[in-house]
């Protein structure tokens, strides 16, 4: 059974950072992609950022230039860097892997974190 838990979620004012982080019970390099999701109240999961085993990285252009997902496989955890944050970014944020495809739809990823909640004050 894989696990994966979130960390780093909190409160923050419009234009602050967070750091989440995603530590999974497997070794990390055996996923082809890990991705971050986020699901805001009223609205639709959406993929907010992807990483492969290659290092090839993907963004939602709402949050590009903005947030950077990286993964340290030593470690067996993936991370999200988020800068300069929004009202908008403000959701519930979802580490997930996908052992053997690109991790382009949702239905790709094999398992889920329970989510962090991010809450952006402007």
């Known amino acids: 059974q894989v696990q994966l838990v979130e960390s780093g979620g909190g409160l923050v004012q419009a234009g602050g950072s967070l750091r989440l982080s995603c530590a999974a019970s497997?070794?990390?390099?055996?996923?082809?992609?890990m991705g971050w999701y986020r699901q805001a109240p009223g609205k639709q999961r959406e993929l907010v950022a992807r990483?492969?085993?290659?290092?090839?990285?993907g963004y939602a252009d709402s949050v590009k230039g903005r947030f950077t997902i990286s993964r340290d496989n030593a470690k067996n955890t993936v991370y999200l860097q988020m800068n300069s944050l929004k009202a908008e970014d403000t959701a519930v944020y979802y580490c997930?892997?996908?052992?053997?495809?690109?991790?382009?739809?949702?239905?790709?990823?094999?398992?889920w974190g329970k989510g962090t909640q991010v809450t952006v004050s402007s």
């Open positions: 990483v492969t085993s290659g290092g090839r990285t």
């Open positions: 497997g070794v990390i390099s055996s996923f082809n992609t």
């Open positions: 997930a892997a996908d052992r053997y495809g690109l991790g382009y739809q949702t239905y790709d990823y094999d398992y």
